[in-house]
């Protein structure tokens, strides 16, 4: 079995601000998807009634 090497202080920042821009990018891009998809369906349904 080898020894673990940890990452270093920098890398573990780096790879946590990494993760936490992602995550809200894509909550972001969700809720407008979301939005967009609502109106849409509501739009249609709008439309048969």
Known sequence: ME???W???EEVVY???VV???V???SIFLFFA???F???LTWFWELGS
Do not use: G, H
């Open 20 to 22: 936490l821009v992602t």
């Open 15 to 17: 790879s946590t601000i």
């Open 38 to 40: 609502v109106r849409l």
């Open 3 to 5: 020894k673990v090497q």
């Open 24 to 26: 809200c990018f894509f």
């Open 34 to 36: 979301d939005s967009a």
């Open 7 to 9: 990452p270093t202080r």
